[in-house]
């Protein structure tokens, strides 16, 4: 059974910085695109970064410049360093692996960032 567990969010002032990872089980995700979406109170869920099989990244614009994408395949984990972050960042932090139609989720985890 695929898991995917995300840990690393948590509270942080504006200009702070946290770094999210996303740990997959039950399957080998060397060959999945991994990637990292949000969700803020009221919005619908948005692509915040993709990194592909051979390590190719792809940024919302909102982000770009400030989030850093990064996979270990040896440890099945993804990870998104978010640096010089603002009010708007806050929200629900979900990690994703797909494959082709194979898609899985996390249970997500919430940044929030606030003086």
């Known amino acids: 059974q695929v898991q995917l567990v995300e840990s690393g969010g948590g509270l942080v002032q504006p200009g702070g910085s946290l770094r999210l990872s996303c740990v997959a089980s039950g399957s080998i995700f060397s060959n999945y695109v991994m990637g990292w979406y949000r969700q803020a109170p009221g919005k619908q869920r948005e692509l915040v970064s993709t990194i592909g099989i051979s390590g190719g990244t792809n940024y919302a614009e909102s982000v770009k410049g400030r989030f850093t994408i990064s996979r270990d395949n040896a440890k099945n984990t993804v990870y998104l360093q978010m640096n010089s972050l603002k009010p708007e960042d806050t929200a629900d932090y979900y990690c994703?692996?797909?494959?082709?139609?194979?898609?899985?989720w996390g249970q997500g985890t919430q940044v929030t960032v606030s003086s």
């Open positions: 994703n692996v797909r494959r082709l139609s194979t898609v899985y």
